[in-house]
């Protein structure tokens, strides 16, 4: 596509589907560009059990409250999927895949997209691609010789494949605590991490969480991380208050067989989930020259990337947006990023 269209979103996930719905509102022609195969972001590739954090109703993208779900209160991956394909249906959002943007650069004032069904040029840019796809996995001495499987929580598909094995879950934030109670039922689990483990209180849900975040924005209180990392989801209070999710300190290495702790206590072990967090995806923005400090593209503490004019990046976390990384907390970072990219577009025009 050589013509030049007023803006592109990267990404189709709940933040690329959340600035659609604004740009749109805005009067911003555009596209949304996916590289997945079907709607739905990264909630297409949890483990079964996940649930989210809220009720439905406090869990939605702007305009459109989630519907509630049948029986549980909090909906599970596929509910949440269902949700995203039928938001993308209910506003017509243009959203084209599978495409795969492999690099954009800046030509005559305009961005230029390279992409695996050709080119696209457009005179604003909001980056959605999300986290999912570059799982990390820390440095351990000893991790390419462990002989046991090693799968990350982006892969991990339940605990069937664990049954009856000795299994080390490292991590020790929520994706780590609900995996380690996931296992718990069928396999021998260590669950290894950093700390002590920091609950939040048990009555604290995502509604809890946004509003502390909201009131961090406004200048109001410590924000999310002064409550601590693990929300109580139900399987998580039950396993922690029947004494068997129990943390023991991160590991000091990995052997062929298994792992040696701290104290130098050796474990056998036949498997490895490592729940240790996601990087942002943005290997596609190495044809600009955007500012970085310490690895980390540099905002201004919404979605605007300065002194690349044009360039926005939503829902990788608080770095670019307080709870952005959140169904219902990526609206009003989506909300800013559109009216600055009309603002953009008046100005120039």
Known sequence: MTDVLPAVVVGGGQAGLAASFYLRRQGVQHVVLDAAEAPGGAWRHTWPSLRLFSPAAYSSLPGWRMPPTDGAENPDAPHVVDYLAAYEQRYDLPVRRPVHVRSVTRQDGTFVLDSDHGTWRARAVVGATGTWSRPFVPAVPG??????DQVHSARYAGPAPFAGRR?????????????????LPVAEVTWATLGSPRYLPDEVDGRELFRVASASLRGE???????????????????????ELVATPMIARLTPDGAVAADGTEHELDAVVWCTGFRPELSWLRGLDVPRREGRVVTEGGPAVPGVPGLFLLGYGDWCGAASATLIGVGQWARQAAAEVGAGLATTA
């Open 143 to 148: 991790i390419d010789r462990f002989r046991g």
């Open 221 to 243: 209180g410590e924000g999310v991380g002064s409550l601590g990392d693990i929300v109580a989801v139900p399987p998580v209070r039950r396993a922690r208050d029947a004494g």
């Open 167 to 183: 299994v080390l879950v490292v991590g020790g934030a929520n994706s780590g605590a609900q995996v380690a109670a996931d296992l």
